[in-house]
């Protein structure tokens, strides 16, 4: 089974705090809002790279491992040069939508378990 969320480094990253554990995980939803718009590969590859390296940074403080790596590899596309064919990004893009998908749905799940029950369980 994957693990999206390294509940430990969400553990760490919060210090065991349920409450706080809950808000990252809210402003991390927050984060994929405003900036998962911005995964466009018509747009500028700047622009789409800034995107990609704010969500890294906030899967970073959540665990989500495989969300960072999908990013970190857009990233460094989006700011090479000559920057990436407009396939190539749409496919960068497209596996951090893959992953995406998933990571949302388990920080749906822990922020659940963190707030029905009340304890992190790091496990």
Known sequence: MIRWIER??????????SELAVEVLDIFAGQVETWGQMLDAK??????ADAAHTLKGAALGIGAVQLADACKLAEEAGRSEPPP???????????????????????????????????????
């Open 8 to 17: 430990a480094t969400l553990h760490a990253n919060t210090g065991g705090d």
């Open 85 to 123: 064919s407009l396939t190539r990004a749409a496919l960068l893009l497209n596996d951090i939508r893959d992953v995406l998908m998933p990571t949302l749905e388990e920080v749906a799940k822990v922020r659940h378990e963190l707030s029905v029950s009340g304890i992190f369980r790091a496990s």
């Open 43 to 48: 747009s500028d590859p700047e622009r789409w």
